[in-house]
């Protein structure tokens, strides 16, 4: 079996089909052809879930909101990195968090979820799913799995946990959550009337530097703008798992429509092809910028999974379910708001964006932009604060990066300097 990273550049596809065209052209089409009747009465039922397929049976295509030539070879080939049974490609990232989020929970369900996640889940669990009845409970990564247990057994709702939802590492804090610990939660608040799901967003390590169903996960979920798109031109989420729970999946997509568009999915199956060499490149370049982060004087701290303690059991997680410290910096600079917000004002090469992932390196304040939803005791309870900024690298020189990054510091330590210059000057003026 070849790599994944050599299959991304023709699995699934079969050039015969499509004039001999070496790449996959765009099929701008609505609608597909029938040969027979009984081809479309076939095709229709299992769209809709009425069966399930045979062994040797493909869904065939039937209207681009249900499936699409350009939907079907990227969704086969992002199977490959999670050794996933199926994958479902949606529009954006919330568009693929938000139906997982509405297939598994009704009204009267309880969703565990870890904190911090991305501010639009956030809000969409506490807005949105308390407005129709879902109950919801947080819980950091300080807790222990007793407490958690604890938490909600107390609540009263444990009988219908139908979903424990995780993002790790934490967006923006890096935070490490155990895939399996949650999955034996999950477990415990099973029955034989209600599974409770797990899903993981994996967004943070994109495919290549965590498998979480290996890890125990029912569901991965992926904001695919990030490192799968790469290139800041596309928006796009991911669902994937086994072929039960993606049939839901899907049959909800179709009536939801949300499914991503066949130039969104061109662009995807283009960008599929260099994104190990992307990540990799992002990595080490991540890693020469905490060196040079962990040495200057005007950072306090630095959350990056390559600087966890050697002796801590947050260590042992992060060797079990990651095989890089990934390209996603956070860092403390010394000072509130106004240190953090000079800084990022000062940055010429970085861009001062949200987003991640991309081939260009982006950098935000999250207590202001992306995690603003919060609410302020929640933001310090898990480290949100005013000096925190969040550094996605990229694939530049990492001498360039090192070197805007470093002017940007020197710009703080400046306003520093002016500020002893003008005090020292008002007190000469009084003497």
């Known amino acids: 079996m070849k790599h994944p990273e050599s299959l991304m550049m023709s699995h699934g596809y079969k050039p015969e089909l499509s ?55 990227l969704e086969e080939r992002l199977c490959l990195w999670d050794k996933a049974d199926e994958c479902a490609v949606f529009e954006s990232g919330m568009s693929a968090i938000s139906t997982v989020l509405l297939e598994f929970l009704k009204p009267g369900d309880l969703l565990l979820y870890s904190q911090p996640v991305y501010g639009g889940t956030d809000h969409f669990i506490n807005y949105f799913l308390n407005e129709i009845g879902v109950y919801t409970i947080g819980f950091t990564p300080s807790q222990s799995k007793d407490e958690i247990i604890e938490m909600v057994e107390k609540s009263g709702h444990g009988s219908r946990l139908a979903l424990v939802y995780i993002e790790t590492p934490a967006n923006p804090t890096n935070d ?27 967004t943070y390590m994109g495919p290549l530097w965590s498998s979480p169903l290996a890890h125990g996960a029912d569901i991965v979920v992926y904001s695919a703008t990030k490192y799968i798109g790469g290139h800041s031109d596309l928006i796009a989420g991911a669902v ?44 080490r370049n991540a890693q020469q910028v905490v060196e040079f982060l962990e040495e200057h004087s005007k950072i306090d701290k630095i959350h990056y999974l390559g600087c966890i303690d050697k002796n801590s059991k947050n260590y042992q997680l992060y060797k079990k379910q990651y095989s890089s410290p990934g390209a996603m910096i956070a860092f403390e600079i ?28 982006l950098v935000q304040h999250p207590a202001t932009m992306t995690h603003v939803g919060l609410t302020d ?46 005090l020292k000057s008002a007190l000469t003026q009084l003497i």
């Open 19 to 73: 004039e001999g065209a070496v790449k996959p052209p765009i099929f701008q089409t609505s609608t597909f052809a029938f040969r027979t009747a009984e081809e479309g009465k076939a095709y229709f039922e299992l769209a809709y879930g009425l069966r399930k397929k045979d062994q040797t049976e493909e869904l065939g295509l039937i209207y681009s909101r249900i499936n699409n030539p350009n939907l079907q070879i």
């Open 176 to 202: 490490l959550i155990d895939i399996e610990m949650c999955r034996s939660i999950a477990d415990l608040f099973s029955n034989e009337d209600k599974k409770a799901y797990l899903a993981v967003d994996n």
């Open 240 to 283: 994937l798992g086994n072929s039960e729970i993606m049939s839901r999946v899907k049959v909800l997509r179709t009536f939801l429509g949300n499914m991503a568009s066949p130039h969104t999915c061109w662009l995807l199956l283009r960008s599929l092809e260099t994104l190990k060499v992307r990540m990799e490149q992002q990595a």
């Open 334 to 361: 010394k000072g509130g708001q106004k240190e953090a917000f000079k800084f990022l004002n000062s940055l010429k090469l970085i861009k001062l964006a949200v987003s991640l992932g991309s081939t260009e390196s």
């Open 377 to 422: 005791e929640l933001k310090a309870e898990i480290g949100i604060n005013q000096s925190l900024i969040r550094l996605s690298v990229g694939v530049e020189h990492a001498e360039d990066l090192i070197s805007d990054i470093s002017q940007g510091l020197e710009a703080v330590n400046l306003d520093i300097e002016i500020s002893n210059l003008s």
